[in-house]
T-cell receptor, first 110, second 116 residues
């Protein structure tokens, strides 16, 4: 099993600013996944983060907008940069082949 | 590309009764995983049940069971003896086993209401 602590749980941000979301896992994992869930929608994978290498981004997502760090096998961060209202979503991290998700970060950009 | 379709945006069930949520998917792969997730208002995604495509036996977890029809590419979730705590969004998801990708592809979800 794995327990994921995701922070912050929610935030309201001004447009043009950046927010960094953290996920801490209680055990070592090879891959961590970052998903976005836009209001009323399903989840879409943003990127896959492996420790010690560049994250792999899905089509439509770029590193300049969503930089990811993966400094060790238990921790990762996702930054949402230069935010606009369209970035208002729930952001979730996941490990272990989708078996475990963080609690999600509800981001509102005003 | 793989796709997952949930044709029921909303469903309702009486407490203690049984409800079935539908999911179909499209893939050219022969081996893959299928999942059902529950997302209550707390936003937490909770894995309910998982099915491996090469296993013919339908997965079961307590009151939750699936009807996996590989040829029809159908993967429905049956909730028996529904409880008020089952009310949530339910998402069906697909994952390849090939190529090292662990990417999940999600359906649009079904909102389940449980009536007392």
């Amino acid at each position: 099993s794995a327990v994921i602590s995701q922070k912050p749980s929610r935030d309201i941000c001004q447009r043009g600013t950046s927010l960094t979301i953290q996920c801490q896992v209680d055990s070592q994992v090879t891959m961590m996944f970052w998903y976005r869930q836009q209001p009323g929608q399903s989840l879409t994978l943003i990127a896959t983060a492996n420790q010690g290498s560049e994250a792999t981004y899905e089509s439509g997502f770029v590193i300049d907008k969503f930089p990811i760090s993966r400094p060790n096998l238990t921790f990762s961060t996702l930054t949402v940069s230069n935010m606009s209202p369209e970035d208002s979503s729930i952001y979730l991290c996941s490990v272990r082949e989708g078996a475990f998700f963080g609690q999600g970060t509800r981001l509102t950009v005003v | 590309a793989q796709t997952v379709t949930q044709s029921q945006p909303e469903m309702s069930v009486q407490e203690a009764e049984t409800v079935t949520l539908s999911c179909t998917y499209d893939t050219s792969e022969s081996d893959y995983y299928l999942f059902w997730y529950k997302q209550p208002p707390s936003r937490q995604m909770i894995l309910v049940i998982r099915q491996e495509a090469y296993k013919q036996q339908n997965a079961t977890e307590n009151r939750f069971s699936v009807n996996f029809q590989k040829a029809a590419k159908s993967f429905s979730l049956k909730i028996s003896d529904s409880q008020l705590g089952d009310a949530a969004m339910y998402f069906c998801a697909y994952r390849d086993t090939q190529g090292g990708s662990e990417k999940l592809v999600f359906g649009k979800g079904t909102k389940l209401t449980v009536n007392p």
